[in-house]
């Protein structure tokens, strides 16, 4: 019943800044938390950030720590990556993502915990 859809990406020059978008159908504040997670050529899937609807706790990867910043807006089901001094190593394909129920903060980061996935955004920053 939950369909997430991924907008916002696209090829930016290092240093840049893009704003990714994930659309989801229905309510979804039983989902806890929504994530972003991506995956660049070569690599595992890798866990970005994620916040929680009613509170709006937040979690990051180190990488992006002070760059990246996830919010989301209620009324409109929708939760944003704002990325800013973008670089090489950010490309990568941008999948969000909520799991089917609600998750403890350490299972936030696998992957395999998550239900539901939108299609994916491309990022590609060049140097």
């Known amino acids: 019943q939950v369909q997430l859809q991924a907008f916002g990406g696209g090829l930016v020059q290092a240093g840049g800044s893009l704003r990714l978008s994930c659309a989801a159908s229905g309510r979804i504040y039983s989902h806890n938390p929504a994530a972003w997670f991506r995956q660049g050529p070569g690599k595992e899937r890798e866990f970005v950030a994620a916040i929680k609807w009613q509170d709006g706790t937040t979690s990051y990867v180190d990488s992006v720590k002070g760059r990246f910043t996830i919010s989301r807006d209620k009324a409109k089901n929708t939760v944003y990556l704002q990325m800013n001094n973008l670089k090489s190593e950010d490309t990568a394909v941008y999948f969000c993502?909520?799991?089917?129920?609600?998750?403890?903060?350490?299972?936030?980061?696998?992957?395999?915990?998550?239900?539901?996935w939108g299609q994916g955004t491309l990022v590609t920053v060049s140097s």
């Open positions: 993502a909520v799991p089917g129920g609600h998750l403890i903060r350490s299972s936030w980061y696998v992957p395999h915990n998550y239900d539901y």
